[in-house]
């Protein structure tokens, strides 16, 4: 009986010990794969979603160039390019640079202006005029050169809405505290997104804004389909996508770490 007992314990010990395996350690991912942008699509304003009109993204020498040599006027082409799947709880990594000359016609603000866009609804519900995606930006500038102040790692709310230090902003766009940062310099942006709830933006490795409770709401987009703006509704997930609006930028580097497989989210 007691060899029995003996090997009974054994067992249960070896089976417990091979049933309770070590969290993963999490990876990162390579949105990005450095060749191609195969794993992407593309939503330009007056065109249909996956017309790369004038081939506005491309890919050389390892790095995403959103480039407007085949444009002639810009038009209010405003286009986004989206990866292929929606995130909820994530960190996201992006390099990116401004480079070349303004577009002829595209708006004076667009100057030294772009932006990683994200909890976007889903470009195939766009229709063809919708000019910018239902979604909350993590929008990146550059120094005019004038030495006044212009922060990078923004936050702007195209058809949304965000709680910013207690209280829910009706602002379009929000500065951080970052730095100015001149020239064609790389500049490394950092977003750690949990759901519906807090939101960071980190340049160059300094938190420069947090807040809250994305949801959908207020203006600026136009000639969406009303089913799919509904006003008040949190934003838990969506799409990621790298902008276009007039100002040549490049990114070498989109890479995403999924928090969701890791914190039990």
Partial sequence: MRNLLVAFLLLFVLTSSTAVKPPQKPQWIKLFNGKDIKDWFVKIHHHEVGDNFGNTFRVE???????????????????????????????????????????????????????????????????????????????????????????????????????????????????????????DQWVRAELIVLGDSLITHIINGDTVMKYSKPQIGGGVVENYDPKIKQDGKLLKSGFIALQSEGQPVEFRKVELLDLSKTKGF
Wanted: with cysteine; net charge neutral.
């Fill in 61 to 183: 020498d390892g790095i995403i160039k959103v480039r407007y040599d085949k444009y002639g006027d810009f038009n209010d082409q405003f286009g986004h390019l989206y990866y292929k799947v929606p995130f909820s709880y994530y960190h996201l990594v992006v390099e990116y640079r401004f480079t070349g000359k303004h577009q002829r016609g595209a708006p004076d603000y667009t100057l030294l202006n772009s932006g990683v866009m994200f909890h976007s609804q889903d470009p195939r519900t766009m229709p063809k005029e919708q000019d910018w995606p239902i979604s909350i930006e993590f929008q990146l500038l550059a120094g005019l050169g004038d030495g006044k102040p212009r922060p990078t790692g923004n936050m702007c709310s195209p058809g949304t809405k965000v709680v910013y230090e207690g209280k829910l902003d009706e602002r379009h766009c929000i500065d951080s505290k970052s730095k100015t940062y001149e020239g």
